[in-house]
C-alpha cells in the first residue's frame, strides 16, 4: 500500500528515488523549486534538458538526478492559473498523474513532490493541494503500483497547513 505523506522542508536535500520539478515548458530552469533543483544538480541537469526539446502543459518528462541525493529528477509543468476557465485544473492533475505514470515506468519506489503552479504561476494554494492530493489518489486507485511512499514537500508553513488540513480527510 502506497503511504501519502507530508514534508516541510527543502525538496533537494529528501532521500528519495524522485524528486518532482515544478518545471516550466522550457526545462532548461527558472525560478522557485526549478532553479532551486537545478542549481542542486549541478550544470549536467541543464545539458540533459537540452536534448529533452521541452514539455507541454500537463506533461512530465524525466532525467538522471546528477548530484541531488535523488536518482531521478520528473519535470512537470503545471499550468499558470488564468482564473479557472482555461482547463488548468486539469492540466494540474494531468501534472501529478503523468509524474507517478514515469515513477512506475522507471521503477521508483519513492517520490517526492513540491507545491506545482502555486509560485509564479499563482494556482490558488488550497485548490491545487486538493487536486495533488486527489490525482495522486486517483492513480494509485486506477494503478497496481509499487510505489511505497509518496512525499508532499511544502517549502512553507501555509502549504504545510494545506496538506495537513486534507490529508487528514
Known amino acids: 500500500m502506497t503511504e501519502l505523506l507530508l514534508h516541510k522542508g527543502d525538496i533537494t536535500t529528501m532521500d528519495v ?13 527558472g525560478g522557485g523549486v526549478d532553479g532551486a533543483i537545478h542549481r542542486a544538480a549541478g550544470p549536467h541537469l541543464r545539458e540533459e534538458c537540452v536534448f529533452l526539446n521541452g514539455c507541454k502543459t500537463g506533461e512530465a518528462k524525466i532525467t538522471q538526478g ?5 536518482k531521478y529528477v520528473i519535470h ?11 482547463n488548468e485544473r486539469q492540466l494540474l492533475h494531468n501534472a501529478y498523474y503523468n509524474s507517478m505514470l514515469l515513477a512506475v515506468q522507471n521503477g521508483i519506489r519513492t517520490i517526492a513532490f513540491p507545491n506545482i503552479s502555486t509560485g509564479v504561476y499563482h494556482f490558488p494554494k488550497a485548490e491545487a493541494a486538493a487536486i495533488a492530493v486527489a490525482a495522486i489518489r486517483d492513480f494509485i486507485t486506477q494503478h497496481h503500483t509499487k510505489i511505497d511512499k509518496v512525499f508532499f514537500v511544502c517549502f512553507d508553513e501555509e502549504n504545510y497547513d494545506i496538506y495537513q488540513h486534507i490529508l487528514a480527510q
Do not use: F, Q
Not at 518532482?20 to 532548461?28: G, I, R
Not at 546528477?66 to 535523488?70: E, H, P, Q
Not at 512537470?76 to 482555461?86: E, I, Q, R
Open 17 to 29: 528515488d524522485a524528486i518532482v520539478n515544478a518545471a516550466n515548458s522550457s526545462l532548461l530552469g
Open 66 to 70: 546528477y548530484d541531488l541525493r535523488t
Open 76 to 86: 512537470a509543468v503545471g499550468p499558470v492559473w488564468h482564473g479557472g476557465d482555461s
